[in-house]
């Protein structure tokens, strides 16, 4: 059986997100090298076997440290290949992600209007749930900016309501349907799970069609959703906060004496219809 970094040479394209979330976290290991399980916390971890995930015929499990060095798996990226994680090659690696990333964004940004009710303000949103509130089963968490925006037909269901933000979506399995050791103990632990989405250009969006600037007005509405497509009630603390400046100024670390601080600005609530079947 593959472990699943090698399994990944053969999902590597530009759609898959698996992939792409392998490729952050190797750049981030190269720009931090050192921490590799550096606290007391995941220091416990660190010699968990990777089950179900075979290195050899004999059924040796692999652990976090065959890992750690991707390249000797065979496979490596290109904003990383031929460098290693020494201190001489940490600026290169900053300089590519400011280049692919940091400049662009800009200039794409800038383009759009600015005026005196903080356009440029940057904004997100946290949402910590639980994964087990429907005792493992999957649902989705749609967000909006207003709940006037949505009304109480099928348009409440994401994107085709002017107010809708993101979907989050909670990938998991019935604890009754499959056995999982580990979830029941997270379950019994109270473990939540914790997202966040961009909100800048929905809030744009809500700024040219309230005016002005209506942040004090604001509370963003969340509305989950069961994998039969019935909305369920449900207990998810939701939070937007904002920077004064767009992320994008310095895209690869704050730059010291102007770093990036994001203030709350509304807690969320859940929508009114919220156990309402549209069916």
């Known amino acids: 059986m593959f472990d699943s970094k090698v399994a990944l040479i053969f999902l590597g394209t530009v759609d898959n997100p698996e992939s792409n979330i392998d490729r952050l976290t190797a750049i981030w290991q190269s720009l931090n090298w050192e921490k590799w399980f550096d606290d007391r916390f995941s220091q416990k971890a660190k ?22 060095e991707w390249q000797k798996l065979g496979y490596d990226y290109e904003i990383l290949k031929g460098r290693g994680h020494a201190n001489e090659h940490r600026q290169e690696i900053l300089d590519d992600i400011k280049s ?5 964004v800009e200039t794409r940004l ?16 946290t949402v910590v749930y639980d994964k087990f509130a429907l005792n493992g089963a999957p649902y989705k968490i749609n967000l909006f900016l207003d709940e006037t925006e949505a009304s109480s037909d099928e348009k409440f269901r994401g994107p085709e309501s002017e107010g809708f933000v993101a979907s989050i979506y909670n990938f998991s399995g019935s604890l009754s349907s499959s056995p999982c050791g580990n979830c029941e103990k997270q379950k019994s632990e109270g473990v939540k799970c914790v997202a966040q989405v961009p909100a800048t250009i929905p809030m744009r969006s809500y700024r040219s069609r309230k005016g002005g600037n209506p942040d004090h007005k604001l509370q963003p509405v969340y509305l989950a959703w069961n994998n039969f497509g019935t909305s369920v009630k449900m207990d998810i603390e939701v ?17 010291h004496g102007d770093p990036l601080k994001y203030d709350h600005v509304a807690t969320g609530r859940q929508s009114s219809l919220a156990g309402t079947s549209f069916r």
């Open 47 to 68: 010699d968990n076997l990777l089950t179900p995930f075979h290195k050899d015929t004999d059924g040796t499990f692999w652990k976090s440290d065959d890992v750690r």
């Open 100 to 104: 692919l990333y940091g400049r662009h």
């Open 110 to 125: 800038d383009k759009l209007p600015k005026g005196p009710h903080g356009e440029n303000d940057d904004y997100v949103i």
């Open 239 to 255: 939070a937007m906060h904002r920077s004064s400046r767009a992320y994008y100024h310095y895209p690869t670390r704050p730059e």
